[in-house]
């Protein structure tokens, strides 16, 4: 286990709702990447919080918006749904003190839109 | 053309077998290297990160990296049933990690 924690596991919205989706990080941990994952495909990265400012954004419309709390969990904030936005939708975090990039998955909120 | 490519499978290999799982990547500024397990419907399992070029070796695992090739692979050995998962190789410079689609890869008993 990676000590990293996402909820809800599974979630069902209809087309036009918002979702808002949570991410508690490993202890020691001060940074919080997200990704979306669709079927048979590899994680696309929607974009980074470190010390409570967005660090760096994937090809995702204005829509999908996140947050990071001072005890570095996040939510990941998704207006408008479409068809396509169904998928798992994956928290990792990491630590600026060993490198950004060395992420830790946590199992995934799954997202069906209807 | 996308910055991962790695081919889906899916592969099949039987039990005790080395297996080698490898990727390409175009992108130069890549420095961190990565391979994740999945299992199904979890989120994936850091298994191993390289910086830079070389080799890494973790009990029955290996990672290599060539920058002068943008080639990356990984190698199991004495492959276990257990092994069964998607594998998934990652590149990135300092923040995001870019991942190839996966690979399918079934040990059969």
């Known amino acids: 286990e990676t000590g990293v924690t996402q909820s809800p596991t599974h979630l069902i919205k209809t087309r036009g709702q918002q979702v808002t989706l949570r991410c508690s990080s490993q202890?020691?941990?001060?940074?919080v990447s997200w990704y979306q994952q669709a079927l048979g495909q590899g994680p696309q990265f929607i974009f980074q919080?470190?010390?409570?400012?967005?660090?760096g954004r994937g090809n995702f419309p204005p829509r999908f918006s996140g947050l990071q709390f001072p005890n570095y969990s996040s939510e990941l904030n998704v207006n408008a749904l479409e068809l396509d936005d169904s998928a798992l939708y994956l928290c990792?975090?990491?630590?600026?003190?060993?490198?950004?990039?060395?992420?830790?998955f946590g199992a995934g909120t799954r997202l069906s839109v209807l | 053309q996308k910055e991962v490519e790695q081919d889906p499978g899916p592969l099949s290999v039987p039990e005790g077998a080395i297996v080698s799982l490898n990727c390409t990547y175009s992108?130069?500024?890549?420095?961190?290297f990565m391979w994740y397990r999945q299992y199904s419907r979890k989120g994936p399992e850091l298994l191993m990160y390289?910086?830079?070029?070389g080799n890494k070796e973790d009990g029955r695992f290996t990672a290599q990296v060539d920058k002068s090739s943008k080639y990356i692979s990984l190698f199991i050995r004495d492959s276990q049933p257990s092994d069964s998962a998607t594998y998934l190789c990652?590149?990135?410079?300092?923040?995001?990690?870019?991942f190839g689609t996966g690979t399918r890869l079934t040990i059969i008993p």
């Open positions: 990792a975090s990491s630590t600026a003190a060993i490198a950004k990039n060395i992420q830790y």
């Open positions: 202890s020691g941990h001060n940074t």
């Open positions: 919080y470190y010390r409570e400012e967005e660090n």
């Open positions: 992108n130069s500024a890549f420095q961190y």
């Open positions: 390289t910086y830079s070029s």
């Open positions: 990652a590149g990135g410079g300092n923040e995001k990690l870019t």
